[in-house]
């Protein structure tokens, strides 16, 4: 076959070819933008879509975006949850878009599901929205299967439940507001101890969280998980609210924008709380809070924010009470046995951020925090087992300063064809407390015995590395972490002051795979290795080797949006823990609690009926068990087995919005060998607002709708009553608030 060869059939096709492609590189282009809402703050997360080529990215959280392969006159739709879809059409390739969302009605069709966002952090933030809180002790329960419970008049930070943990009061989650540890290492009542008490709810921005130990930038106390909470940068409106309730229940608030231009935003919020409860001994708990923030837009787009807050808050407690002395008609289900128990406590806090942008792929985060804190606490757990004359009361007491920084570095780049984001940072705590104390007292006045009193000087250094490579479809988030302490404590009860000192190293691997398999679907793979510290008293006691236990954890997970208004997550985990020796403040002794393991899944749905009405509810179980023990004597106290919580809500109809809410915790073993049982229980809340007018809001809250009788925290615990000549072990509890009604108003202006 002969072959004829044309040179200008040739040379025509070199040209068509060399035009096409140098047609592509001149009109495809990188178009750039910022995204900001109706007052002019930066929107992170935006889903920015290209119409014609179905590539799409995500805001920053300075609003910025960019995407590639855009031609001139081709369209970009950019979609938030909560606000109007936009569009433009690309005129003028060279051009900084500043693109504007103005709010509208929530729509979870505007959920997307991608590795560039966490979907789940999305969905909190959406249920913060539909049912905003309204009390500190309402805060952590935004996070999907997390319990807490108050037993102690109101004032003391509330105990906390977490897959399968009995967390007491922080020991395994790491909370922040603002980039701030909330957490107390070598707390005089618990390690870890969280009081969230200072955080004015209606100042909360955002709220993201995640199970486990996975994040390399997160470190002590994250076992179970983190939460951390924003506040706002700035209001949406002025407002002053006044609420009203059963069992003197009164809470005023005011919340009012000082500072409102481009650059430049500033508020204070002021809260003050007083509430007697139930009980035959009234709480007389009394709290204020006072916060104020200023944030500032540089001209290059950095941002700077400053926040002061106090709180101050006193209050007396029935405290716990045994089951035989209700039983036995000896008190009522709201009486007391020592009604001298209380306490007070409050905590100053400075917080300064500063996020630069040093380049178009470089960012520095920096976050410096001080914090002074005073702590006082009476309790009476055991009433006369130990001392059958005076009692068994005891107080624990500390004055604290904490203050330490934080910082990372975020680099964005590319491996061949793949984007690649390399983080690093490192930070610093120092936490020193003075005549941290446990001691034996009687009716909260006369000092009987110092059984332990010491000064504490704890220092945290923390270094972190983190890389994530996006291959196609699929992030590869790898990490590690350093933790380095040094534990020093001063023994005022010895002659000589007598101080020791240690120190100890720990380093937490990280490794997560998320893989997109359409634009509706997301499954997940997260392992990673965690701790948290112990007590710097445990640290020096004799034979506390494994002074840094670790945590192991995998989470198997999916994250799919079933429909346009249909949105279901759940995911399949597991834990190890190593040997660990706990300081019960209580006591002041250490108590070894061997190796662990739980296991089990979460559930998650959420879904919209109509435009002003969301159904939703988190399924929870856990299998948690001691492994060196025998079948039958393994169980862990108080881990929770079964949780579910949820409800229906209404949002902007018609002036109203409205929410039916329940928790649901099953009976769980309350010692090691379930012979003791804590029963549990399920609990609903209704709320109702109406917009009179546009300043005007009327409301109404009622908690225990059904009034049921329910326990809200409760102990396996020996004690002995006065007319007792035996101690008995058995069900120890602090009743829940029955049917409880309050009213509000509100003004806005």
Known sequence: MKIIFS????????????FFFSTQFIVAHTITGFIKDSNGQPL????????????????????????DNVEQEEELKFSHIGYEASSIVVTNPKDILQITLNPSSL????????????TLNVLANVDLQINPVTSSQEILRTVPGLFIGQHAGGGKAEQIFLRGFDIDHGTDIAINVDGMPVNMVSHAHGQGYADLHFLIPETINNISYGVGSYDESVGNFATAGHVDFKTKSYLDESKISVEIGDFNHQRYLGLVQLVDNAHTTAYVATEYLTFDGPYDSP????RINLFGKLHHT?????????????????????????????????????GAIDDTEGGSTSRTNIVLNYDMDISDKEQLETTMFYSHYDFLLYSNFTFFLEDPINGDQIQQQESRDMAG????????????ANDLSLTAGFGLRNDRTDASGLSRTLNRRTVLEDIQLGDINETNSSLFVGAELSVNKLLIDAGLRLERFKFVYKDALTETFDTQSQTATALLPKLNFNYEVNDNVKVYLHNGVGMHSNDTRVVLENG??????????????TIWKASDNLVVNGALWYLFLEQEFVYVGDAGIVEPSGETERYGFDLGVKYQLTDFLFLDTNLNYAHARAINEPDGADYIPLAPEFTSTGGISLKNYKRFNAGLRYRYIGDRAANEDNSIVAEGYFVADFNVNYDLT??????????NLFDVEWNETQFATESRLASEAQSVEEIHFTPGTPLFIRGSIQYRF
């Open 694 to 703: 546009d300043n005007l809001r009327l409301g109404m809250a009622v908690q």
């Open 298 to 334: 540089t001209d290059s787009g950095n941002r700077l924010s400053l926040s002061l807050s106090h709180f101050d808050s006193e209050w007396d407690a029935s405290g716990q009470i045994p089951q035989r002395a209700v039983d036995s008609g000896l008190i009522d289900r709201f």
């Open 405 to 416: 920084f934080k910082t990372k570095y975020t680099y964005d780049t590319q491996l061949g």
């Open 44 to 67: 992170k997360d935006v889903y920015v879509l290209h119409m014609k080529s179905g590539t799409h990215t995500h805001s920053n959280a300075k609003g910025f975006f960019t995407i």
């Open 544 to 557: 506390a080797d494994d002074i840094l236990p670790k945590s192991y954890g995998s989470d198997l997970g």
């Open 7 to 18: 040179y200008s059939a040739f040379a025509k096709a070199v040209l068509f070819i060399a």
């Open 107 to 118: 729509d979870l069709d505007a959920i997307t599901i991608s590795n560039d966002v966490e």
């Open 283 to 286: 709480q007389n708990f009394d």
